[in-house]
């Protein structure tokens, strides 16, 4: 069974820095994709970022400059640093990826639990 498991949530003031890490694990046979989303309060879950499993990576752009998303294709995690917070970052964190188990012949998504952000103005 595949599961993937997020740590590293927390309350921070304005302009503080968090770590978000996301750990894959279970019988698994490749991983491609892996990312973040997000939702905060009242709004729909919005797509962060992604890392593809050459390294190449991508943020929506009201991220850019602040968060920076990383995997090790080894441990299969993906991390989020996410800096110079604002309070508009509050959401819940989720971690996404597309997994092909072992034994399986097909792709499929899955989610992590959530990791609550919070960010104090």
């Known amino acids: 069974q595949v599961q993937l498991v997020e740590s590293g949530g927390g309350l921070v003031q304005a302009g503080g820095s968090l770590r978000l890490s996301c750990a894959a694990s279970?019988?698994?046979?490749?991983?491609?994709?892996m990312g973040w989303y997000r939702q905060a309060p009242g709004k729909q879950r919005e797509w962060v970022a992604t890392?593809?499993?050459?390294?190449?990576?991508n943020l929506v752009d009201s991220v850019k400059g602040r968060f920076t998303v990383s995997r090790d294709n080894v441990m299969n995690t993906v991390n989020l640093q996410l800096n110079s917070l604002k309070p508009e970052d509050t959401a819940v964190y989720y971690c996404?990826?597309?997994?092909?188990?072992?034994?399986?012949?097909?792709?499929?998504?899955?989610w992590g639990q959530g990791t609550q952000v919070t960010v104090s103005s």
């Open positions: 996404n990826a597309q997994i092909m188990p072992s034994g399986s012949i097909g792709w499929s998504i899955y």
């Open positions: 890392t593809d499993s050459g390294g190449d990576t």
């Open positions: 279970g019988s698994i046979f490749s991983i491609n994709v």
